[in-house]
């Protein structure tokens, strides 16, 4: 192993982004959490966090801005450990928080970590989260076995799991052509800056399984096809000129290309519906997004998109760009595109399968997205037991598109239990 291998590396190709996006307003934050069954305690948590991030170095990082690129080097502080807040997933200030790209929470019974998207995807953050959770419960008295969700903290942090999977894998020759619309997004009353509405709906994978099952898809074509609908009626009761509408779903890369990687290593598809076409009924537009995403999710395609997003970083002229230069590009770039692209989010980390003497003592897992400047509608979901949480992050105070959601899942025989940081 080399020695400086934890000390410092360069930001990952989606990594790099994030910096250049980053403002007052909107920071690409997301979180975590873990609800157990006992109180929280908040020094023994330090000592968990301190053993983890040993295993987890790339957890254990600032950013530094250097001539061309940012890059990540060793914390030298010990990381803050805070009882929680009411507006979760708040924008991320370098200079504060001791440099660290995450923020540990704790309250009663839960342990909430919100992260900055620049230091890993959805995936390498439920990792960081259960290594946590299954060192706190061991040092608690608790019996803890380990599999590649729970990490033993005592052992030593593997190279391969700081790996940047995109340079290793990007090699299509093919060329992507990216030809995104503008697309609708919904409407609303906007609450003062960082103050964003999340709902929550708790409910049986096996109801939500065998539901998806008789309709031939799977739970996330499920999700989709069911957030485009409610956008797609929303717009035709607003009237006016009808828009495409688009579900932005990011994939795990994993699942195609064998990587260890605790880093970004993801993809986002995208469906669309175009109302202009015609009018749909549910059932179409489901057998729509089934097919639009069994079409994309394709190793060779996916392989062409993945180089096309490094053909920048690995053009000789961008290479020595400078940095601030690039910083004004990303920023006017997404300033101009930003979320236009995209009526809504729907992030599925998928089943999270914890050892039994860990899972034993966790009632729920909970994943959120970030809040968005534009859409109304970021979902996000996992699974820990027969237990799926799936969540919504609303930049606008009404609540009509979470409320028909879990309305209609009801009414397909579902139970959910529901909670909100709504007044």
């Given at each position: 192993m080399r020695k400086n291998t934890f000390e410092w590396f360069r930001l990952d190709n989606a990594a790099k982004i994030f910096p250049g996006q980053n403002t007052r307003a909107w920071s690409n934050v997301f979180r975590l959490g873990a609800e157990l069954d006992r109180q929280i305690d908040p020094d023994i948590l330090r000592k968990a966090l301190n053993n983890t991030l040993k295993r987890i170095p790339s957890f254990n990082v600032r950013i530094r801005k250097g001539a061309f690129w940012y890059y990540f080097e060793k914390n030298p502080n010990e990381a803050p450990i805070m009882p929680d807040i009411r507006n979760i997933c708040y924008r991320i200030n370098f200079k504060e928080n001791k440099g660290f790209l995450f923020r540990l929470y704790y309250r009663d019974t839960r342990i909430n970590v919100d992260v900055y998207h620049s230091l890993c995807d959805g995936y390498g953050a439920v990792i960081f989260l259960s290594t946590l959770v299954g060192e706190y419960l061991r040092l608690c008295g608790e019996k803890v076995s380990y599999n590649k969700f729970v990490l033993d903290a005592s052992e030593h942090p593997r190279e391969v799991e700081l790996e940047d999977a995109y340079n290793r894998y990007a090699?299509?020759?093919?060329?992507?052509?990216?030809?995104?619309?503008?697309?609708?997004?919904?409407?609303?009353?906007?609450?003062?800056?960082?103050?964003?509405?999340?709902?929550?709906?708790?409910?049986?994978?096996?109801?939500?399984?065998?539901?998806?099952?008789?309709?031939?898809?799977?739970?996330?074509?499920?999700?989709?096809?069911?957030?485009?609908?409610?956008?797609?009626?929303?717009?035709?009761?607003?009237?006016?000129?009808?828009?495409?509408?688009?579900?932005?779903?990011?994939?795990?890369?994993?699942?195609?290309?064998?990587?260890?990687?605790?880093?970004?290593?993801?993809?986002?598809?995208?469906?669309?519906?175009?109302?202009?076409?015609?009018?749909?009924?549910?059932e179409e537009i489901l057998r729509s997004v089934s097919l639009q995403l069994r079409l994309a999710n394709d190793k060779k395609l996916i392989n062409s998109l993945m180089t096309e997003n490094l053909k920048l970083e690995r053009n000789p002229v961008m290479k020595y760009l400078p940095l601030d230069i690039k910083n004004l590009g990303i920023a006017i770039s997404f300033a101009i595109t930003g979320e236009q692209t995209t009526s809504t989010l729907l992030s599925n980390v998928g089943y999270v399968e914890l050892p039994e003497d860990v899972a034993k003592h966790v009632e729920k897992y909970v994943f959120f997205t970030g809040a968005g400047k534009l859409n109304g509608a970021r979902c996000a979901t996992l699974t820990v037991g027969d237990k799926l949480v799936f969540s919504f992050s609303n930049c606008y105070e009404e609540n009509d598109i979470e409320r028909e959601f879990f309305t209609r899942l009801v009414k397909m025989g579902v139970h959910v239990k529901i909670e909100s940081n709504r007044k």
């Open positions: 090699d299509s020759k093919a060329r992507f052509k990216r030809a995104d619309k503008w697309v609708y997004h919904c409407r609303g009353t906007k609450p003062p800056l960082h103050v964003c509405n999340y709902t929550i709906g708790t409910m049986s994978f096996q109801q939500l399984h065998k539901i998806s099952k008789a309709y031939g898809v799977t739970v996330t074509e499920l999700f989709a096809a069911m957030l485009i609908d409610i956008l797609y009626r929303k717009q035709l009761a607003e009237g006016g000129k009808q828009r495409e509408i688009s579900a932005q779903i990011p994939v795990n890369l994993r699942k195609a290309f064998p990587s260890e990687t605790l880093r970004n290593f993801v993809l986002c598809l995208r469906v669309v519906i175009n109302p202009n076409l015609g009018e749909y009924t549910f």
